[in-house]
């Protein structure tokens, strides 16, 4: 149970309690796994697990007259629903991974964002989450290389009308905010030894991310973005203080996307406008040098 003092910021400065609200929640999180060891080599399981997020208050500073943000939101439960299988290839130097998954998320939490600037919680009915995910990992014949791939694809859609701050009724089968369909990773990494004593990691990763939506009303695009980062790492682990230097370049073509959207602010500014918008962009290509010790 959880419960609070909703204030009112007057005109004045001085603040006034209006009510006092109570927010009721309980939840249950139960996990249950299987795995079966079909070969040496090749691992199948499953599991079902649920997770329980407590409601809420809302504490909306200056309330709009006619606004429809709810003071309260209520508890969240999802049940999750996974298999797999994890295999081992070519003497086990390559290893294979693919996973399915469905999830039940029932009174979802959205943030949610009303003119002229009152930001809240609400429940989004339910939500139905159901993807794939694909992991491999090799290691080549040449010693210390190696290459790991990642990617995923992703459906997360409303099952039920939902209102938003607006009074607007989106309509079931909407797609969640920040829910890009595909993404994917590798890295092509080299570990080595000098002189038996200075050791040298080194990596090339690349990253895809396709567009999605920046809020559940659908009106901010976030970009699809293809990132490259580099990192270089030489340290002497064999001392007491295991001294290193790393320099790092992430986002090494320097692209410029926008990974993150708020809905319009301004009532009177058209849907859809890209004033309306408050946007954030990728950080540009950023240089890091780390020097690093460790005391025993």
Not at 39 to 47: Q, R
Not at 108 to 124: G, K, L, M, R
């Amino acid at each position: 149970k959880l419960s609070g003092l909703l204030p009112l910021i007057t005109s004045n400065g001085q603040t006034q309690v209006v009510q006092k609200l109570n927010v009721k929640g309980q939840g249950f999180s139960p996990k249950f796994a299987l795995a079966w060891q079909a070969t040496d080599d090749v691992l199948v399981y499953g599991s079902a697990s649920k997770g329980f997020q407590y409601g809420g208050v809302n504490a909306i500073p200056v309330p709009t007259p006619g606004s429809t943000a709810p003071l309260t939101y209520a508890s969240s439960s999802l049940w999750a629903f996974e298999s797999g299988v994890r295999s081992d290839w070519l003497d086990k130097t390559l290893t294979a991974d693919i996973t399915a998954y469905y999830q039940i998320w029932s009174n979802a939490q959205v943030a949610q964002i009303t003119p002229p600037a009152e930001t809240f919680v609400a429940n989004v009915g339910s939500v139905g989450v159901k993807g794939m995910e694909l992991s491999l990992q090799y290691l080549f014949p040449i010693d210390g290389l190696s290459l790991e791939v990642n990617g995923s694809l992703l459906s997360s859609k409303t099952t039920k009308p939902f209102q938003d701050g607006d009074g607007n009724t989106i309509p079931a089968g909407s797609t969640m905010a920040n829910a890009p369909v595909f993404q994917s990773a590798a890295t092509l990494g080299y570990a080595k030894a000098f002189a038996e004593v200075w050791q040298t990691n080194s990596g090339l990763s690349y990253t895809h991310t396709s567009s999605s939506f920046g809020n559940i009303q659908h009106t901010g695009v976030l970009d699809a973005r293809d990132m490259f980062n580099l990192n270089f790492k030489l340290s002497r682990p064999d001392l007491s203080f295991a001294p290193s230097v790393s320099v790092i370049v992430n986002n090494v073509t320097d692209q410029r996307k926008v990974v993150s959207s708020i809905a319009p602010r301004d009532a009177g500014t058209a849907p859809g406008s890209t004033e309306a918008f408050t946007v954030g962009y990728t950080r540009p290509r950023t240089l890091i040098l780390n020097l690093a010790m460790e005391f025993h």
